[in-house]
């Protein structure tokens, strides 16, 4: 069955870093999105991404943010400068309809 | 604001007992809800997924139900086994033109041998 994938699994980083989290979503998939855990939370919408557009962001996407599908197959997330409050578990998810299938997740520490 | 909340938190049961996990969202103008499971430091992986439209789904021992008028859902584990152990989150998706899924907290659900 076809997975979404995520590299890294595990990207440790400096505050004030930039950093890039990667992922590929399932090859027919139209919809791709964003979404973050703070440890102990909720899992928290941060983008979603249709036709090489962001469609919809939370308040938490701010410009410290971006989005980019770079190719046909890659979806990446872009944290400009971290903080260590954007430490959490990152996860992408893709979708044709309405079901979403989410990767396993990068987990983003910032030191 | 949609809010979905579960309650319990936390469940530890003997194996082999049925369970029943709930759900519930404050605004019921949903377009679907879905159940996951994520197991400690993992991603989430989709159970079911019902519209709005229906009443109920069912994959082998997992059985979801939805209420949308009350604003309810249950998911029903059959004979539940030590494998079954994760955590069990709800989202929904919310009519008016929003993709984005709102998720419960999840409840931890521990099944001792």
């Known amino acids: 069955e076809p997975e979404v994938t995520q590299t890294p699994s595990h990207q440790v980083t400096q505050m004030g870093q930039e950093v890039i989290l990667r992922c590929v979503p399932i090859?027919?998939?139209?919809?791709f999105y964003w979404y973050r855990q703070i440890l102990g939370q909720k899992v928290e919408f941060l983008v979603s991404?249709?036709?090489?557009?962001?469609?919809?962001k939370s308040e938490i996407f701010d410009d410290q943010f971006s989005v980019e599908r770079p190719d046909g197959s890659n979806f990446t997330l872009k944290i400009r400068s971290t903080k260590l409050e954007d430490s959490a578990m990152y996860f992408c998810?893709?979708?044709?309809?309405?079901?979403?299938?989410f990767g396993p997740g990068t987990r983003l520490t910032v030191l | 604001k949609q809010e979905v909340t579960q309650i319990p938190a936390a469940l530890s049961v003997p194996e082999g007992e049925n369970l029943v996990l709930n759900c519930s969202f404050t605004?019921?103008?949903?377009?679907?809800l879905q159940w996951f499971r994520q197991d400690p430091g993992k991603g989430l992986t989709s159970l079911l997924l019902?519209?709005?439209?229906?009443r109920e789904q069912t994959s082998g021992r997992l059985n979801a139900s939805l209420d949308k008028s009350s604003g309810r859902s249950t998911l029903y584990i059959a004979a539940s086994q030590p494998g079954d152990s994760a955590t069990y989150l709800c989202?929904?998706?919310?009519?008016?033109?929003?993709?984005?899924?709102?998720f419960g907290k999840g409840m931890k659900l521990t099944v001792n041998p």
């Open positions: 998810a893709s979708s044709v309809g309405r079901r979403k299938f």
């Open positions: 090859s027919n998939h139209l919809y």
């Open positions: 991404f249709y036709n090489n557009e962001i469609s919809e």
């Open positions: 605004d019921s103008a949903i377009y679907n």
């Open positions: 019902i519209q709005s439209s229906q």
């Open positions: 989202a929904v998706i919310t009519q008016g033109g929003s993709e984005k899924l709102v």
